[in-house]
């Protein structure tokens, strides 16, 4: 262990080095002045010790134009984040091996009492306006990014008086252009202002073919967790202002998304053995197709010269309602009598209320130094409960949690030395009333409770940027979250368990320290940076048998990377290459025996494989394409010390799509395509978490095209 540390720090040491040797010195840069929203403050992205992305809207719609969602564009521009699973839930997709928080408008989507999974499908990218990426555990957003944040910001109307909008009509098909392969979207978005109003409402809808694999079947139905393919999405969407003063405004802000499987197909299954994949035949699926809903609505108000400070004050509510799909034989947890054939599904209901209150501002006299205050509140109250039968899987849960923060920027030396400090107080009271397990898991009492917990955060970081576009950082972070409390509560399996003195529901403090450095100067764009991030008391996904739910493990955590990224224009005009890599090394404590020793690795459904992505775009006049290539890298997990079972490994694949638009004088016309040479392969969760689950050996999806008319005015 300690010597692939040392590798991985020796070769960051080198590529800062040769980073820092072949910038171009004598050319000026713009200083890089993109204000990221969820960083939670006005000073610019070079100004905070972070590693820090922006999906700008044109490199976001080419991207959800390739692979049809935000969760897909986020990961094949991101080498530390999983491979998608390409199914509804996103079970086992990490970012720097850590589960990401997904936000909307700073929102948080995910249930921190039962993760669900569905938090990446809670808007149509319609609606989007840029993705901002947070990397590494941080407490910016409170609960939750313990691998960063996604925050998707939502479209805003034009700056403008008068009528603008957007129109959008798309078209998929599989490459062999079967009748149930074939899916489209239309959505619209009308927006006006008019002095101190403005106001922006639009509808998306959506239907999604079955996917096809690169050797032209049908790809396996996840009838539990619920699928993209064949399904029909809805989504509504309204934002509304008011201006009170010259810096001052309110705005309401509502969206609500569903997405629902057809139900046309149940799974086929396959056979690992001789890499035959499972598959989808016609049928119909028992009890209700695999549904998300989402509704959300956000009251802003927002200060910029309130006392010379930035104001931002926010109360929001959120509420989803996820149903899995049920099976009968595969999930004996239903089964009031073990080997029953009994069926049942579960659904997911979880309501939450929160405000968020922040103030930063210069101090007077000392105007170098820059403050922020400020305040969050969070109340969640989810359960999970079986359907067909009526019964509670996880009790009705709620979590309670006030967090006052402050944060410091210091300037030095005419903004070339940066000192960034801050510390958060975490407040959480968790309540559980009493309740009694399912059968499976012996029907035991549980006696109830409302544990509380609080924990003081801290993270500071030094920013060196002695030339223009030249930046070195480094930095600590606390990240603070629940682990999945419903699934540990649904679990017990032990008599006289107390909720109140339970050791296994207490929260997860997680760190990031990181070293990294940033050239932006002329064509180039370059970056690196190694981190490594630890928890005494970490959570990890663990199934204990062949079709059974996944569970919660509470083990030590460590993680350690390197991601190293590269951008250049070349003098061709318009023509930009670029490559990025990311090498993760995951380990946990596989043991019980109250030793605190990693001795395993990490498996696929805590931590990503190693990643090199290439690509090549061209944008000049009407024209416009982009060529990229995913190499996701092989590798072996030793399960136990010593011993690398070759049932639990990953062979590698990769993948390369291929993006045209051209912008006539009515609108753009963009023809995509994913994985164009039709590459056939197993998907990396199911090669390395059920690698011997034939009703979940899942392929990849296989070549398939969109055609977009995107107009706006």
């Known amino acids: 262990m300690k010597s692939r ?21 004598a050319q000026a840069a713009e200083a890089d002045d993109i204000v990221v929203t969820a960083a939670r403050s006005v000073l610019p992205a070079n100004a905070l010790p972070l590693t820090i992305d922006v999906i700008d809207q044109e490199t976001l719609n080419q991207q959800v134009a390739i692979g049809g969602s935000i969760v897909d564009a986020v990961s094949t521009l991101t080498p530390s984040f999983s491979p998608t699973r390409q199914k509804l839930s996103g079970a086992g997709e990490t970012l720097r091996g850590r589960s990401p928080l997904y936000a909307i408008n700073g929102i948080p989507q995910t249930a921190p009492l039962r993760d669900g999974a569905r938090d990446g499908f ?33 479209a805003a109307p034009a700056k403008s008086d008068g009528l603008s909008g957007r129109m959008l009509v798309q078209g998929n098909a599989d490459t062999g252009f079967h009748g149930d392969g074939i899916g489209g979207k239309v959505a619209g978005l009308l927006a006006w202002r008019g002095g101190r109003w403005d106001a922006m409402v639009g509808a998306a809808y959506e239907k999604r073919g079955t996917f096809y694999d690169g050797h032209g079947n049908r790809v396996g139905t996840d009838l539990t967790q619920g699928e993209t393919q064949d399904s029909r999405s809805w989504s509504l969407f309204g934002r ?57 609505a956000a009251l802003t108000l927002t200060d910029t010269d309130l006392a010379g400070g930035n104001l931002i004050a926010q109360i929001f509510f959120n509420r989803s309602r996820d149903t899995y799909g049920g099976e009968i034989a595969p999930i004996a947890t239903f089964q009031i009598v073990p080997g029953g054939t009994l069926f049942d599904q579960s659904q997911n209901r979880s309501r939450k209320y929160g405000g968020k209150l922040s103030y930063e501002r210069t101090i007077p006299g000392f105007e170098a130094l820059t403050a922020i205050v400020g305040v969050d ?49 975490e407040d959480v009271k968790i309540g559980i009333d009493d309740y009694t397990t399912l059968a499976s898991y012996g029907g035991f009492a549980v006696s109830g409770g409302t544990p509380r917990f609080s924990d003081t955060l801290v993270n500071g970081g030094v920013i060196l940027e002695p030339w223009t576009g030249i930046r070195a950082y480094a930095s600590y972070a606390e990240g603070y979250t629940v682990p999945d409390v419903g699934r540990i509560a649904r679990a017990v399996g032990t008599p006289g368990v107390d909720i109140d003195d339970y050791v296994n529901i207490e929260p997860i403090v997680s760190n990031n320290r990181e070293i990294g450095m940033e050239v932006k100067r002329g064509p180039l764009d370059a970056s690196a940076a190694y981190f490594w991030s630890t928890s005494k008391n970490g959570s990890l996904l663990v199934q204990t048998a062949i079709g059974a739910p996944f569970e919660i493990q509470r083990q030590r955590v460590e993680i350690q990377g390197l991601e190293l990224n590269l951008s250049v224009k070349i003098p061709l005009p318009g023509l930009t290459l670029s490559t990025g890599y990311a090498h993760l090394i995951g380990r946990t404590d596989g043991s019980d025996n109250g030793v605190d020793v990693v001795d395993r690795d990490l498996d696929g459904a805590n931590i990503s494989p190693d990643r090199l992505n290439v690509a090549a775009s061209y944008a000049h006049g009407p024209i416009s394409a982009r060529i990229q290539t995913q190499f996701f890298l092989a590798r072996q997990f030793e399960r136990t010390p010593g011993n690398y079972n070759p049932l639990y490994r ?33 998907d990396y969760y199911s090669q390395t978490v059920r690698p011997n689950d034939n009703a979940h050996y899942f392929a990849g999806r296989g070549r398939n095209f969109t055609l977009s008319w995107d107009y706006r005015f």
Do not use: C
């Not at 957003?141 to 944040?149: A, D, F, L, S």
């Not at 006030?402 to 801050?422: E, H, M, S, W």
């Open 240 to 296: 509304f202002g008011y201006a009170l003063s010259d810096t001052a405004r309110i705005d309401l802000t509502m969206s609500r998304f569903q997405l629902k499987g057809e139900g046309d197909y149940i799974a086929s299954n396959g056979n690992y053995r001789i890499d035959l994949p499972t598959t989808s035949v016609r049928g119909t699926p028992p009890g209700v197709p695999a549904t998300s809903r989402t509704e959300s």
């Open 5 to 25: 540390a040392a590798m991985l720090f020796n070769t960051t040491m080198l590529s800062l080095a040769s980073l820092a040797a072949g910038a171009p010195l």
């Open 650 to 682: 990953f062979d590698g694949y990769d993948v390369t799509d291929l993006s045209l638009r051209y912008q006539t004088g009515f609108g753009a016309l963009t023809l995509a395509a994913q994985n164009i040479f039709d590459t056939f392969y197993i």
């Open 377 to 425: 509140a969070l109340y969640d109250l989810t359960e999970q409960r079986l359907i067909a039968t009526g019964r509670t899987w996880v009790p009705p849960t709620d979590y309670r949690s006030i967090a006052p923060f402050a944060q410091a920027n210091l300037a030095l030396f005419d903004k070339k030395l940066r000192i960034a400090a801050g510390v958060r107080h």
């Open 122 to 154: 809670t808007i149509d990218p319609f609606f989007v306006d840029r993705v901002e990426l947070i990397y590494g555990s941080n407490a910016l957003q409170g609960i939750g990014g313990t691998g960063g944040i996604v925050n998707q910001v939502t």
